[in-house]
């Protein structure tokens, strides 16, 4: 069980991280440790196949959406590597749930403690990380501890405050998951990590958090068989967050130290209290409603809204809408998002039914995995926390238990576990374990991989020219775009005729991220080759962002006699739909 620890304590506090991606490292430590765990589990599983019936509800929408990346790749643009990358976590997802589903008898009760004693470790260690990086920021390094920008935000290794938020609100389910298990006493086991927990999550300045205290207090009402100094303790949540938060901001104020937490909630400051989500749900629904059979094509939404005219969209770049629901259906169509959402919400309420209906010890350890995805499944209402593996793959191991026969073992509550077979040990869960071992080996593949693009933006002693680089980069099976956007940057302003290596950048790289950066260079390209009204088109989109990287570029448009000649300064002739940029001339 020391795997299960490992799988959920791992990839959230690894800080060092290799360029481009700053979570790459963090989601392969995730798909690996959890495939070995689902290795192991089924090589002395006692199970061949799915036991439970309702965890195929989760599967075929995970399935759905496996089938959608495939096909956006085979049958549109989307690059073969965003692709298949989506494919395979989507895959590794469907092996935990699968694994969470069938655990034996025998070894549930210790593979629930341990998932639980994982988040609680994780959180209580990201929340001491968070401290640090308020009160000492000077002891953060970057390395062991990641850097939190001034005012300071507890954002732990996640780097992110939303992140850790949701990590921490885990851990206080799991908190009261193993006390009610092992009936603690209420001081000092729980209420240490419960506060330190609690202060943690006051310095993420997270509105999510908030939302999550409040959805830990509604926990408390509803179950009533929960034992009452758990009741309490989460029904005193909001007011332990309240006063905790009164007491940061007075010493705050008292001594001059910034925290970048405060008056994130308030509407006084004349900011937007949703951080642009309003606009860019907004924006989100206006494309559904314009392609509402089809959508836009899976892992398409960034290039699709970039390339679309809204003079009032917001200034960041994008690329999701903080809202699965609308993800699904904006990428996916109106039909197939809403089927994905309609088995997820089925398999949901099957868990939570099978939660609510169990007894004893087994039924508190299923609310609170249940819990754990009704949890993530508020911050995906705002965020996009589904998209990383270390929040991922977490999510369907609960899920998967939540939705299993009830028959743990391990001094919980028994049910009558099947008898062994007549050869002795239990018989092999070949698939899962082949389906885990798959996810190990292709993590160390993966890493290789990436290796190829790492040396690109950070190179070693001696390294070769980063035309050298960047041309074995673009070879790269699944990380190639990453490649590309070097192709298309960083080498001055695209001249006809374009490369062969900048033909392929600009025909993949706007797939992963359109930045002001990628646009003005992609602009210039289409450009050069002719293609004003794309040029055009473009450069009106780049305006809208209002970003100031693009005051250069647009530095002619103020001369008149230059901007009779720059194409950027020109309006559009024509309207031009988002797929032609996706279309080669």
Known sequence: MAGIVFAVLAPVLLASNWPPSPTLTNQVIALSTWGFVAAFAGLSSGHGGLRNKDAVVVLAALALVIVAAVASSAGAALPFGIAVGFAAVV????????????????????????????LLLAGALSAGLGLIQVFVPEWTDGEWIARSAPPARAVGNLRQPNHLSSLLLWSMIALVGLREWRRWPTWPWAAAPWLLLSLALVLTGSR????????LAGWALADRRMSRPSRLALLALPMLYAALAYGVSSWSHAIGHGVGGEGRMSFGTGGDISSSRFAIWSNALTMIAREPWTGVGFGEFNLAWTLTEFPYRPTAFFDHTHNLPLQLLVELGIPVGSLVMVLLLIALMQAGRRAWASQGNEGMARRAAFMMVLMIGLHSMLEYPLWYAYFLLPTAFAWGFALSRPNIGDGVTTGAAPDPPAGGGPPANRALAFAGLAMTIGSAAVMLDYWRVVVIYDPPERAAPLEERVERGQRSPLFGHHADYAAATAFGEPKAPLSASQQLAFRRAPHQLLDVRL????????????????ARWLAARIREFRNPGADEFFAPCQQP???????????????????????PR
Do not use: Y
């Open 208 to 215: 999510t958090g908030v939302l999550g205290v409040l959805m």
């Open 519 to 534: 646009m003005i260079a992609w602009a210039q390209a289409l450009a050069a080759q002719g293609e004003m009204d794309k």
């Open 561 to 583: 006699e230059q901007a009779a000649q720059a194409f950027q300064c020109q309006p559009p002739q024509r309207v031009v739909d988002w797929r032609e940029f996706t279309q």
């Open 91 to 118: 895959a590794a997802a469907a092996t935990v749930v699968h694994l969470g589903s069938v655990l034996p008898a025998d070894n549930a009760g210790s593979a629930l403690k341990a998932f639980l004693w994982g």
